[in-house]
């Protein structure tokens, strides 16, 4: 949980909060585990999140860090870049027996790797993982904040994995592998015994490897404000139709249309619906 900084002005942000508030937007239940500082900035975000009715008993508040801010470069408007501040308070994010509870009675555990840049929340996460149903690696590679070890580490634990296509080319770079769409997705999942991977590319749709079979839907057509909070739109909506047991063809196409319906707003987090979503699906056919 964080502060984006635009020359608009600030506004709440992180992937994990962006997933949680669009996962309650389609109607899920969804608790965030992060630490804000015991600050105005901290106390701001804990007053947005609860009124996106997100429950906010396992976000802590610390006194020695601040609330994390960054400052988002929207100069490209289909390719954000970020200042990401360090250290600040969700550095430091505490492990606890609520959590454990918390996250071994879950569906799902979403995790990012750059909850792993600082010692203290890699083993919170790290020891998370070993409790986790369902754990789905949403990559988010921000320089420099992230190394290969440390991601080759979260593949190998992830059932799930999100990343867009810059991430993609990347990390087949690291090991040596074509990044051909058609045989990257199966690399991956073979190489660390995967559920699922899926690849977003921007204006270009999305790829989604599952069940042996290689998936494909399109972008939708939208005047685009910002791309902030897409990717985790799209996440958040392909988690609902795989919680559901939907077809992944049909949630990859719900979860394009959530991803471009986001795009075209500004910030990360519209109160976008399950019918919006669907109208825009619909709307090529």
Not at 73 to 99: C, F, H, M, R
């Amino acid at each position: 949980m964080l502060w984006d900084v635009l020359p608009t002005g600030k506004q709440p942000g992180g992937a994990p909060l962006n997933v949680a508030v669009h996962l309650r937007n389609f109607g899920l239940e969804a608790q965030l585990i992060s630490r804000v500082g015991h600050d105005d900035l901290g106390a701001e975000l804990l007053e947005f999140v609860a009124s996106k009715d997100l429950d906010i008993s396992y976000v802590k508040q610390g006194e020695t860090h601040l609330t994390g801010v960054v400052k988002a470069n929207v100069s490209d408007n289909q390719e954000v870049t970020y200042k990401i501040l360090q250290p600040v308070a969700w550095d430091y994010i505490q492990y606890g027996d609520d959590l454990r509870v918390l996250v071994d009675e879950a569906d799902a555990f979403v995790f990012g790797s750059l909850a792993a840049r600082s010692s203290v929340t890699r083993e919170t996460l790290y020891r998370l993982l070993q409790q986790a149903p369902l754990k789905v690696f949403d990559v988010n590679l921000r320089t420099p904040h992230y190394s290969r070890d440390v991601v080759t580490y979260l593949l190998r634990q992830a059932d799930v994995v999100k990343l867009n296509h810059h991430e993609l080319a990347e990390l087949l770079g690291w090991f040596g592998v074509s990044p051909a769409e058609e045989t990257a997705l199966e690399w991956l999942a073979a190489r660390f015994g995967l559920q699922a991977v899926c690849v977003t590319k921007g204006a270009d749709g999305a790829a989604l490897w599952v069940g042996g079979q290689l998936y494909r839907s399109p972008s939708l057509v939208v005047q685009v404000q910002d791309t902030i909070g897409s990717g985790d739109a799209f996440l958040a909506a392909l988690l609902k139709g795989w919680l559901a047991g939907q077809a992944p063809a049909d949630y990859l196409a719900f979860a394009c249309a959530a991803g471009s319906l986001v795009a075209s707003y500004q910030g990360a987090t519209p109160a976008i619906s399950v019918a919006q979503v669907q109208a825009l699906a619909t709307s090529i056919d």
